[in-house]
């Protein structure tokens, strides 16, 4: 068995650690691409997976603060001289078989129920970008490009409904198709196709991770959208009289939500002049500390755009969680329904309340 | 386009400056409304942390990346005295805020990430992320 | 960046143009007690619409603002925190307990004006 190329391949798999000092480990190497310069020549890098700008950075270790930077060789440790050759030869190899290889790959993809939303010209056009993009990575040992093409082309399908499993099932089929290939070119030569297969398990493995990872982040961003959408038209804030607002707030509220509701709210202070607030939440089961928190936030900010907020609905439960976290309730303006609220609003605006007009004229009749 | 800022904060008017960069880093990243708020904000903090307690340092502003998110880490270093009880320096309740003099804890409640390396007689390093949601 | 303070009647108005940075601060607090004195001024509006940014300490100093008019006789109203800075501050825990706040400068002027009502119709001025 040959030996395997221990280039910076691998050090590439490991997308995303983040610049905190306990977490990493000791013994990460520095290894670098290219270098953004500035003038001193002391620079404060964190790692991260190349995306957008084609640059990679140097890991430092915040204990020690700051390092120099040193610069590395393209190819730095230990691109064996095998390696290399082989990874020529499967390139030819691939090159020469293009369309073939392609053609069983699109055959493999159609015939295992894959790609169902897609066209066969449209099958034909991204299987060929792949399939250029696999040669790539192989031949220059980057996946830059194919990073690339695999966000774009996950922008592109998402909408149309292709899962994550027909994805990583077509890279898979690919790599299979590749393989089968190298199988019967080299069956007659078993040391000569370890060595390929040496050359040629790493890159593949590498592609089909960054091919499946892009398209999972590009999916989890949409969805992320989505849901911010939703939260959005969820949190509707209502000028029911002039500058009087009232916020009613249904379903269970996390941190995002709970923030994202203040802003709105906030906004709404300012774009309706209100004066008065009533945030209902009747519709809240419960509340954690955290989004407890956010709540009496959003009095306090409130208070600081001269607006005064009524809380109704407040249910036991809620008030206790409030009571728990130090909140002084008695300051807080608590009515017990969304009526009352509303009534005690308008009485804070100096109006006369329509509502109890009502309520008279309905005990009446 | 993006690119790292360091500022190196000796006076008050400084803690201005590192915040207008903080804030204009941020929009050029892409965060928003009242997040460029919340940036300008902790950076202020932080700055006037360094004044208050070192009298000189540097501010290191850069963007970056986690998978697909990006954001901005914000690193504040002095060569200052150290913070004897960290522990105690962040201690934040909900019934301790007094909002006065919140410098540090109040930085780590605005943003995503925090971090703070001090050693006594040698200096602090505390460094905050945000990131784009 | 100076902080101009116009008179309106009893009121003094005082318009911030831009970031302000700690010595304007103080000089905003020294030009208010000097003027409110010199006026006899029964309130103050501090407009902040302009700024981005409220800290701890500009926190702290409007405070220590009111704080002071109060002692000479006049009430503080601060207004035109924005929706971001307001949402900031409050994350912080920064309060303006013990401050007027208002929206605007004409919600800034009612809430004077109702001040100084009550004020008037307890037949004193207030000075807790």
């Known amino acids: 068995m040959g030996r395997l190329p221990t280039s910076g391949f691998q050090k590439s798999l490991y997308i995303g650690c983040t610049a905190r000092s306990h977490e990493r480990p000791d013994n990460y190497a520095v290894t670098s691409r290219r270098r953004r310069r500035t003038n001193a020549h002391i620079t404060l890098n964190v790692y991260s997976q190349v995306k957008r700008t084609k640059k990679r950075n140097s890991i430092v270790p915040l204990g020690t603060t700051l390092h120099r930077n040193r610069r590395r060789d393209r190819n730095s440790s230990g691109n064996s001289e095998t390696g290399s050759v082989m990874l020529r030869e499967l390139v030819a190899h691939l090159r020469e078989n293009r369309t073939q290889l392609r053609e069983e790959w699109a055959r493999r993809i159609t015939a295992g129920a894959l790609l169902t939303a897609m066209s066969k010209e449209e099958i034909f056009s991204e299987t060929t970008s792949v399939y250029d993009n696999y040669i790539e990575v192989l031949e220059t040992g980057s996946v830059e490009a194919l990073q690339a093409y695999a966000r774009s082309l996950s922008e592109r399908i998402i909408p149309r409904g292709v899962e994550t499993h027909e994805v990583v099932g077509i890279v898979l089929l690919l790599r299979d198709v590749l393989g089968r290939s190298l199988f019967k070119k080299y069956q007659n030569d078993v040391d000569l196709m370890n060595r390929v297969l040496d050359a040629y398990e790493p890159a593949a493995n590498r592609v089909a991770n960054t091919v499946a990872v892009s398209f999972v982040q590009e999916r989890e961003r949409v969805i992320r959208q989505q849901q911010e959408a939703i939260r959005e038209l969820s949190t509707p804030v209502l000028q029911v009289r002039e500058r009087l607002l009232i916020l009613p707030i249904i379903g269970m509220i996390d941190s995002q939500r709970a923030r994202q509701l203040t802003e709105q709210l906030l906004r709404g202070i300012r774009k309706n002049r209100a004066k008065v607030v009533v945030v209902d939440i009747t519709g809240v089961p419960t509340i954690d500390s955290v989004v407890a928190n956010h709540l009496v936030q959003t009095v306090e900010a409130s208070r600081l755009m001269g607006a005064s907020v009524i809380i109704t609905g407040l249910s036991s439960e809620i008030a206790q969680t409030l009571v728990t976290i130090g909140v002084n309730l008695s300051k807080m303006n608590a009515v017990g329904d969304l009526q009352g609220g509303i009534e005690e609003a308008e009485r804070l605006l100096g109006l006369p309340s329509e509502l109890a007009k009502v309520a008279t004229q309905e005990t009446k009749a | 386009m993006e690119r790292e800022a360091r500022i190196d904060i000796t006076s008050a008017t400084d803690i201005v400056t590192a915040r207008q960069k903080g804030r204009g880093l941020a929009i050029e990243l892409g965060f928003e409304g009242s997040d460029l708020t919340v940036i300008a904000t902790a950076i202020s903090e932080i700055a006037r942390n360094i004044i208050e307690h070192a009298e000189r340092g540097q501010i290191v502003l850069a963007p970056v990346h986690q998978g697909s998110r990006r954001g901005l880490a914000i690193v504040a270093q002095d060569q200052g005295p150290g913070i004897p009880d960290v522990g105690q320096a962040m201690q934040y309740g909900f019934s301790s805020r007094k909002g006065l003099g919140v410098g540090l804890p109040g930085a780590k409640w605005l943003m995503d990430e925090f971090d703070i390396e001090t050693k006594v007689g040698k200096g602090t390093v505390v460094t905050m992320k945000k990131w784009l949601h | ?128």
């Open chain 3, 1 to 128: 960046m100076h902080v101009p303070v116009l008179k309106q009647g009893d009121y003094l108005i005082a318009s911030v143009q831009a970031a302000l940075t700690d010595a304007d601060l103080l000089q905003l607090r020294d030009d208010l007690a000097d003027r409110v004195g010199q006026f006899r001024s029964r309130g103050v509006i501090i407009d902040v619409t302009v700024l981005d940014v409220i800290d701890s300490f500009a926190t702290r100093t409007l405070r220590a603002v009111a704080h002071m008019l109060k002692l000479r006789g006049a009430e503080t109203v601060i207004v035109g925190i924005q929706p971001d800075v307001a949402f900031a501050m409050v994350q912080l825990g920064l309060t303006l307990e013990g401050v007027g706040t208002a929206l605007d400068l004409e919600e800034g002027l009612a809430y004077l004006d109702r001040l100084a009502k009550r004020n008037r119709n307890h037949g004193t001025r207030s000075t807790n």
